[in-house]
Nanobody, 126 residues
Framework: QLHLVESGGGRVQPGGSLRLSCSAS????????IGWFRQAPGKEREGVLC????????NYSDSAKGRFTISHDFAKNTVVLQMNSLQPEDTATYYC???????????????????WGQGTQVTVSS
């Protein structure tokens, strides 16, 4: 079982950027599909963006298109969620999740993933 750790959260003004990282000790994240999810207070957790295992093809939610990107930092064995043009509605706890055996395009549903991190808080406010 992977122990995933998210980092990079914080407070940013509207229009600003944040870079979140997902790391795991003892495992090569490139062997896994990695998804980023978020949960705002009073709302259900939603899939934001994921990167597929093997072919590394991303899958974007509508909220992420044009603003967020996902990539591997192979030197650090992390998966990075780069978030630009952040808005107050992006305020949430962000989680990364991993899945290590399904092929094909990664999915943005929670049930696709087996291992989860504890989350990092992102607050967008002026």
């Amino acid at each position: 079982q992977l122990h995933l750790v998210e980092s990079g959260g914080g407070r940013v003004q509207p229009g600003g950027s944040l870079r979140l990282s997902c790391s795991a000790s003892g495992f090569t994240l490139d062997d896994y599909a990695i998804g980023w999810f978020r949960q705002a207070p009073g709302k259900e957790r939603e899939g934001v963006l994921c990167i597929s295992r093997s072919n590394r093809i991303p899958n974007y939610s509508d909220s992420a298109k044009g603003r967020f990107t996902i990539s591997h930092d192979f030197a650090k064995n992390t998966v990075v969620l780069q978030m630009n043009s952040l808005q107050p509605e992006d305020t949430a706890t962000y989680y990364c999740a991993a899945q290590g055996y399904r092929q094909g395009l990664c999915m943005l549903g929670e049930s696709y993933y087996d291992d989860w991190g504890q989350g990092t808080q992102v607050t967008v406010s002026s």
